[in-house]
């Protein structure tokens, strides 16, 4: 997977995302959240078994593909960026 994304974009997406997503859980799958890009656009999505909920934004895909990151480590990585950033 490969892409390039504005900063604000991703992180508008990440932060909605994960207000479903709990720190500490006994299925460790439940804290991560899945990124889909195909076509022109990121997919986001996270759940708890009781919500889930589904994110789209434009980015630039090179390389199309799917996978599970941790989704409060990752916010917090991207919410220390420089605004204007573009994430690749």
Do not use: C, Q, W, Y
């Not at 991703?10 to 859980?25: I, M, P, W």
């Not at 656009?41 to 009781?50: G, S």
């Not at 996978?67 to 990585?77: K, N």
Request: a negative charge; zero cysteines.
């Amino acid at each position: 997977m490969r892409l390039v994304i504005e900063r604000s974009e991703l992180l508008r997406a990440l932060t909605h995302v994960t207000s479903v997503v709990e720190r500490r859980t006994t299925i460790p799958i439940l804290s991560n959240v899945l990124l889909r890009a195909s076509g022109s656009r990121l997919e986001f999505k996270a759940t708890d078994l009781e919500r889930e909920v589904t994110e789209h934004v434009p980015a630039e895909i090179t390389v199309p593909g799917a996978v599970t990151v941790p989704a409060h480590m990752l916010h917090d990585i991207v919410r220390k960026l420089p605004d204007g950033a573009e994430v690749e």
